[in-house]
């Protein structure tokens, strides 16, 4: 079936630091790319999507590009903050269908 | 309203017993899906209405499973016979049309089943 692959699983940078995660999906159908953010005992929260017209957007110190080629998409995320501590997944979705397909998440430590 | 609102925020269930989960979606949304994300991992879909039809429940892993959106707004996951594996975070999401639309989540039910 289809699938979207996330790396790494845990992610550490000291405060002010960028980070970066990557996700890689199956389905070359797939044309929007959401990217959520999980704080602890709360549900995801929906922080930048793109969409596969477009390679890359950014909404302040988040941007997140797309390589349709290479079937692969990232977040970065740049002057890292104590608050950016969370799980964050990504996910993609098949044009003209609602079954999002999730990867397994990353969890982020910023370091003070 | 603000946003998804999803009680209980928790519930402890024995074994064998009945749950009802419950799941107040945005005002005018459209699209309310279920989801169960286990420890660790990401959310597993469930199923999916639009407006008050059930497009589809391919994902409910038993016939304990059951959901249902009367109304097409306030929705209830139901689980019958709760086991042990059932333990997991039940998430709500609605959006605001069907396809290519952004999933709103609320902060989900933490069910236990011991």
Known sequence: GENVEQHPSTLSVQE???????????????NYFPWYKQELG????????????????KDQRIAVTLNKTAKHFSLHITETQPEDSA???????????????????TRLKVLA | GAGVSQS?????????????????????????????????????FLTYFQNE?????????????????????????????TQQEDSAVYLCASSLVDFNSPLHFGNGTRLTVT
């Not at chain 2, 024995?14 to 286990?38: E, M, N, T």
């Open chain 2, 8 to 44: 209980p925020r928790y519930k402890v269930a024995k074994r064998g017993q009945d749950v009802a989960l419950r799941c107040d979606p945005i005002s005018g949304h459209v699209s309310l899906f279920w989801y169960q994300q286990a420890l660790g991992q990401g959310p597993e």
């Open chain 1, 42 to 57: 709360k549900g995801p929260q929906l922080i930048i999507d793109i969409r596969s017209n477009v390679g890359e957007k």
């Open chain 1, 16 to 30: 002010g630091d960028s980070a970066v995660i990557k996700c890689t999906y199956s389905d070359s159908a797939s």
């Open chain 1, 87 to 105: 799980v964050y997944f990504c996910a993609a979705l098949r044009g003209g269908t609602y079954k999002y397909i999730f990867g397994t998440g």
């Open chain 2, 53 to 81: 039809a059930q497009l589809d429940k391919s994902g409910l892993p038993s016939d304990r499973f059951f959901a249902e959106r009367p109304e097409g707004s306030v929705s209830t996951l139901k689980i019958q016979r």
